[in-house]
């Protein structure tokens, strides 16, 4: 059934059914009277089989990328943090102006701790910007020219994928569609609420235009998958959430991440992280793959053309 309703002719309907303007809504009147085929005790288990097969490999490839970022914080001992908010703590006048800062979160014991850690990793510490390059390239538009284009809400914070990318001609583009992505980049929201949202840009989306509320990072030193694990873990997550200005929309400004540090990973670490994250997201395009393969044959059946 959820096939069905996810292909065009499922979709079809139940717009059909729709009303309202601002929010349309599908009317439970005409939910009730709506007919869907039956293509088949054989046919039906089929499809069945195929998405609990694309569910399975969901999950996988789920718990294979939260293995990687667990693997990666026990061998660095930033496992075992006491990361918790104190009520009251002191700090000195001299240490606010030395940091341009007078919002009190910033001196947050919580960060002290994470930072002392951190340098003292057992590998060592050292500032992202020397792992990873902060790029900050813009397209040049053509009003003519189709582009993928995405944003926040298309990142699978959940597996650091890039969930879809939504096709729009130049003239039509967003304001904010103009950072220009490669192939192997990883990006992280800059916007306090929605640090989760960090992915690893997929070979199909080279050249793929990206919201300006990312920032964008090429790998120097780390292989893209072990820069991807560090910028969605914990330690790394409440870095840029200190370092975040503003009232309304708080974000973090590119002129911070020279305040950013992360741990030393070792060779033998970062090659476990790459192998972890790998097998992830090709679990993650497999179940992708299987549920298309389901939407196809529904539709190819519901047509005749099977």
Sequence with gaps: MSTYFNTEIGRALLTRGAYGMAQPHIAPSYLYTMRVPRLGEDFERHIDSLVVQAYKCEERGKALYAEAKALLLAELGLDDLDLSHQPTYTRNFSETWAAGRLDAEFYEPRYYTLLDRIRNSPYGAAPLLSKARYIREYADIDPAKSYRYIELADINQSIGTVEKASEYRGDKLPSRARLLLKSGDVVISSVQGSLDKVALIPEHLDGALGSTGFFQFRPLEYPAEVLLVLLSSKPMQLQFHRHARGAILMATAASSLEDIFVPEVPDSLQE?????????????????RLLEEAKRRVEEMVLGEE
């Design 272 to 288: 476990k992280i790459t192998e972890l994250i790998r097998k992830s997201h090709s679990s993650y395009d497999e179940a992708k």
